[in-house]
């Protein structure tokens, strides 16, 4: 039987020997993850403002016709 650990990050079973550059790995992984998370985040809010000085500019056209 091959001896293993779980990651703490990913929950999966890594083979004791892969440990160490696997948690490398998969740090890495999770600081890109949660990045692209607050990116997305940032994106949805632009898009929201966008979307609503939209709706202001269309009804300003419309009041000034």
Same mark, same amino acid.
């Given at each position: 039987?091959?001896?293993?650990?779980?990651? #703490?990050?990913? $929950?999966?079973?890594?083979? %004791?020997?892969? +440990?160490?550059?696997?948690?490398? #790995?998969?740090?890495?992984?999770? $600081?890109?993850?949660?990045?692209?998370?607050?990116?997305? $985040? #940032?994106? +949805?809010?632009?898009?929201?403002? %966008? +979307?609503?000085?939209?709706?202001?500019?269309?009804?300003? %056209? %419309?009041?000034?016709?």
């Amino acid at each position: 039987m091959e001896n293993t650990l779980v990651c #703490k990050i990913c $929950e999966q079973p890594v083979l %004791a020997e892969r +440990f160490q550059r696997h948690s490398a #790995k998969c740090k890495e992984a999770a $600081e890109i993850k949660q990045k692209i998370m607050t990116v997305k $985040e #940032k994106l +949805f809010l632009l898009i929201d403002k %966008a +979307f609503h000085l939209k709706a202001q500019l269309s009804t300003n %056209a %419309a009041i000034h016709k």
